[in-house]
């Protein structure tokens, strides 16, 4: 039964993709030239980590059916379809840039803190920015990224109606613990 909203669902389609090639653009440009001796440290290795899931997840093939239906009810079902793999795609985006943001944070502190400490206060400083890195990265789990979505989405007014929730969010993705 035709409920006349498919060009509604095609309008999400289109801003949660765009949503995802911003976040993408972001993740892209990322750079990052860690000293040998500062290769392994924690920021370094979840910023190369990051890279890599952002790389996986960008060549991550979309397996709809794309053939036209021309019937509103099968089309109402693909683009329900598309607009679920678009927003995991975009969940996932979004958490890896914030880890990304807190590792690029982490290695800006550091140079400061490299750049002005002498040796003996360096060692504490650094542990302490390692420690808060920790804390940072802990605290992006998968509720407060869908949260930070939807509350965007809703202030610009977009419709979520059929926006995937947070739990198939989870399924979808296999990440029933809320971090990574």
């Known amino acids: 039964m035709a409920d006349g909203l498919n060009s509604t669902r095609a309008m999400r389609i289109v801003e949660i993709m765009s949503d995802f090639r911003e976040i993408q653009s972001f993740l892209s440009n990322i750079r990052a030239s860690p000293s040998a001796e500062d290769y392994n440290a924690p920021g370094y290795v979840v910023l190369r980590r990051c890279v890599a899931q952002a790389e996986a997840l960008l060549a991550q093939p979309f397996s709809a059916d794309t053939s036209p239906y021309g019937e509103d009810d099968e089309d109402r079902a693909q683009l329900q379809r598309i607009?679920?793999?678009?927003?995991?795609?975009?969940f996932k985006a979004k958490k890896i840039a914030l880890y990304s943001t807190a590792a690029l944070r982490w290695i800006q502190s550091r140079q400061i803190l490299q750049s002005q400490l002498p040796e003996?206060?360096?060692?504490?400083?650094?542990?302490?920015?390692?420690?808060r890195l920790g804390a940072e990265l802990s605290a992006i789990t998968d509720a407060r990224v869908?949260?930070?979505?939807?509350?965007?989405?809703v202030e610009e007014g977009k419709w979520l109606n059929e926006d995937p929730s947070l739990a198939a969010i989870q399924h979808l993705v296999g990440n029933v613990n809320g971090h990574n």
């Not at 607009?83 to 975009?90: E, F, L, P, W, Y």
């Not at 003996?120 to 420690?131: E, H, K, M, S």
């Open 83 to 90: 607009i679920t793999d678009a927003a995991v795609r975009r």
């Open 120 to 131: 003996p206060q360096l060692t504490a400083a650094l542990q302490q920015l390692d420690n």
């Open 146 to 153: 869908e949260r930070m979505m939807r509350d965007a989405d």
